[in-house]
């Protein structure tokens, strides 16, 4: 990101024709002890077919990127060596996987180099969604965070929409950007470059701009448009109650397009600003410290980059993607219940679990029939699992995962939480139950599941104990309902 702020009066441009029926769901009550995370709520068919984007493939790119400037001089500052290696490494990627791919030279530059635009030649010419970043450095270091992050989280995008080859109701350019450290000037010959038909083509321009900082935010360019709704919609859906990117106005690449009247939105984690109290409580990490301790710096390196704010940010351009330009009608609901045995009465397939979880033991009676998931009431060191592999169906309005759950405990503490039970949909943790939530009886547990739409996930419940007084966790009839 650029250092100085531009001055200059900014109107929030907003179009028809890209509103985002989504909505955020409103949080549920849980037990005081019983954290939960919200998913996406799917509404529509482009956003349950948006795929998880590979946090460990944009890393490999951030590492590329790292070795590029290594081998060049330490930088890939515009119209050095680390940046046309910075450009080819992107180029060959692109054109491999069938994009339309041209360099633009940026002669008015301040470090005359190339502009990267990449094309997927689908959907209609005249109707444009843009996704960029800039892909030079500051020459006082590697420059990952600032911005190979946003120049890889576009790249893995570009090769997904590749690989899956949707129809698209859009067509999808991307641009990797020279010279934005020098005064935003790649992007500003680009759009000056454009006819006026041309500009009003594009219908929307969506910037990445260090989405990886260590003490990140979630911040997104003029929140509020309704171009920036399918980048909110996403981050609400994870309840992370993003912020305008006050500290980057006019700082990066989306500027130009605005004062062209083009409608712009983006992602940001941060730069040298400091995180408030309030935004640490929220989001975690360090009050009073700047979102990025390595801004402009050698140490900005792949060390410099949270690989969770960064999965954030990819993940949300895959869901603004899908839900702007990817089409192929509404998908029929088949609906029901996706998950098998789920009383556990006929023995333990199509579940995994520890020797002994699925029982019909006498020591803790089943909810309904004889058979239960008995996990942990050791009152030594021990964990426990119980998973099942589900696909859940596309095109429908719900998916809740249910299920009964008795905890006993032998634990006295009203405070600390010594044994947990914690339910994850794939890597992501959806609840945490632990000794506090015991109670007499069964207890049904609800938890909306509807961001894996259309996708194949592991469910998992672990059960982890201390070394001593034991808790028990025990599962009966679960369900994971389409509808």
């Keep these: 990101m ?69 081998n060049n001089g330490g930088n890939r500052r515009a119209g050095s060596a680390g940046y046309t290696a910075s450009l080819n490494y992107v180029k060959t990627r692109l054109q491999s996987a069938g994009y339309t791919v041209s360099e633009q030279y940026c002669s008015s530059c301040r470090y005359p180099s190339n502009n990267l635009i990449a094309e997927w030649p689908g959907g209609p010419a005249d109707q444009v969604v843009m996704f960029g970043a800039h892909l030079d450095g500051v020459s006082a270091g590697p420059g990952i965070n600032d911005n190979a992050t946003g120049s890889s989280t576009l790249l893995e995008n570009a090769l997904v929409l590749a690989a899956q080859n949707p129809t698209m109701t859009k067509r999808v350019r991307f641009a990797w950007w020279t010279d934005e450290e020098q005064g935003l000037n790649g992007s500003r010959f680009y ?14 321009y969506y910037n990445f701009d260090m989405v990886g900082s260590t003490n990140g935010g979630y911040f997104i360019n003029r929140v ?45 984690a941060g730069a040298s600003a400091r995180k408030t109290s309030a935004q640490a409580a929220k989001w975690g990490g360090t009050a009073n410290s700047a979102y990025d301790p390595c801004y402009h710096r050698s140490c900005d390196t792949t060390a410099n980059v949270s690989a ?37 009465e006929s023995g333990s397939t199509p579940w995994t679990a520890s020797s ?38 596309a095109g429908c309005s719900t998916y809740t995962l249910s299920f009964w759950l008795h905890i006993d405990t032998a634990e006295t503490t009203s405070s600390t939480a010594y044994d947990r039970l914690t339910v ?12 506090l939530n015991a109670a007499t009886g069964y207890v049904q547990r609800s938890l909306n599941v509807a961001g ?32």
Excluded at 360 to 381: C, I, V
Excluded at 424 to 435: D, E, H, R, V
């Design 224 to 268: 509020t448009s309704t171009t920036a709704a399918p980048l909110k919609a996403y981050w609400d859906s994870l309840g992370l109650q993003p912020e305008e990117n006050v500290e980057g106005q006019g700082r990066s690449d989306d500027y130009y397009f605005q004062q062209a009247g083009i409608p712009t939105s983006g992602y940001a």
């Design 424 to 435: 994850q949909a794939g890597s992501t943790t959806l609840a945490t139950y632990s000794n």
């Design 356 to 393: 002994g979880v699925i029982t019909n033991a006498s020591g803790q009676p089943a909810r309904t029939g004889s058979y239960k998931a008995w996990l942990n009431g050791f009152g030594t060191t021990r964990t426990e699992s119980l998973s099942q592999s589900v696909t859940l169906p």
């Design 308 to 344: 969770t704010v960064l999965n954030r940010a990819a993940d949300g351009v895959a869901y603004a993607l899908w839900q702007l330009a990817v089409g192929g009608g509404t998908p029929a609901c088949t609906g029901g219940q996706v998950i098998g045995n789920g009383g556990f």
């Design 191 to 204: 759009v000056n470059s454009l006819s006026a038909t041309q500009r009003g083509h594009i219908k929307g």
């Design 2 to 70: 650029r250092g100085r702020t531009l001055s200059a009066g900014i109107a929030l441009a907003v179009f028809a024709g890209m509103t985002v029926s989504l909505a955020a769901q409103p949080a549920t009550a849980s037990p005081p002890t019983a954290t939960t995370v919200t998913r996406p709520i799917a509404a529509s068919a482009a956003a349950l077919a948006a795929p998880d984007i590979s946090i460990t493939n944009v890393q490999a790119h951030l590492t590329q990127f790292n070795a590029i400037a290594t």
């Design 452 to 483: 894996f739409a259309g996708q194949t996930v592991t469910l998992r419940f672990t059960g982890t104990e201390d070394s001593s007084l034991q808790t028990t966790f025990v599962i009966d009839d679960v369900t994971l309902q389409a509808s």
